[in-house]
Antibody
Framework: QVQLQESGPGLVKPSDTLSLTCAVSGDSISSNNWWGWIRQPPGKGLEWIGYMYYSGSTYYNPSLKSRVTMSVDTSKNQFSLKLSSVTAVDTAVYYC?????????????????WGQGTLVTVSS | SYELTQPPSVSVSPGQTASITCSGDKLGDKYPCWYQQRPGQSPVLVIYQDTKRPSGIPERFSGSSSGNTATLTISGTQPMDEADYYCQAWDRSTVGVVFGGGTKLTVL
């Protein structure tokens, strides 16, 4: 059974960098899957942040691209998210998820499973 | 940028069929998938590759798509199906993922 678990500070100050880690169990981070981050502001819908392959390939949401960095640590079977220069609008539940693809370049992809999510509040 | 549009809410009586739509340009060619999110919980995949159900998802959940519209159908809707539902597709122009705005399904 594949499980993902997010961890990181629940409170971040404005203008600081949000840092989260997702620990993966039951699957290798080096398997033929992409690994992604999605966020959900309180009471709102889902927003894709980005995803990465273990080789280091990354794709980010254009609206966040200038502030996002994702990385992977194969030795710990985990991947990470950094979002810089945060403001109150970045307050959200952040989810990590495995991105499964039958054929990535045809767009035949989906997220399964998801982590439990972690609430990050941006406030001074 | 690519956009997916869902109705904000759908209501259905227990035992009846609920249909939730998702519209986007040529969505039928983009292998849409669907997620269920119950209050306070993480999203769960209920339909992928347009029509397939993951293991553990009840048979009453089905998906279809044609042209610019994808539809999630729940047959014999149960109170436990009350949740938010999101569609998702891939945007080739950004090599990224787009979610619909979500539909709140009320079973009453």
């Amino acid at each position: 059974q594949v499980q993902l678990q997010e961890s990181g500070p629940g409170l971040v100050k404005p203008s600081d960098t949000l840092s989260l880690t997702c620990a993966v169990s039951g699957d290798s981070i080096s398997s033929n899957n992409w690994w992604g981050w999605i966020r959900q502001p309180p009471g709102k819908g889902l927003e894709w942040i980005g995803y990465m392959y273990y080789s280091g390939s990354t794709y980010y949401n254009p609206s966040l691209k200038s502030r996002v960095t994702m990385s992977v640590d194969t030795s710990k079977n985990q991947f990470s998210l950094k979002l810089s220069s945060v403001t109150a609008v970045d307050t959200a539940v952040y989810y990590c998820a495995r991105c499964v693809s039958y054929d990535f370049w045809s767009g035949n992809i989906w997220f399964d499973p998801w982590g439990q999510g972690t609430l990050v509040t941006v406030s001074s | 940028s690519y956009e997916l549009t869902q109705p904000p809410s759908v209501s259905v009586s227990p035992g009846q069929t609920a249909s939730i739509t998702c519209s986007g340009d040529k969505l039928g060619d983009k292998y849409p998938c669907w997620y269920q999110q119950r209050p306070g919980q993480s999203p769960v995949l209920v339909i992928y590759q347009d029509t397939k159900r993951p293991s553990g998802i009840p048979e009453r959940f089905s998906g279809s798509s044609s042209g610019n519209t994808a539809t999630l159908t729940i047959s014999g809707t149960q109170p436990m199906d009350e949740a938010d539902y999101y569609c998702q597709a891939w945007d080739r122009s950004t090599v990224g993922v787009v979610f619909g705005g979500g539909t709140k399904l009320t079973v009453l």
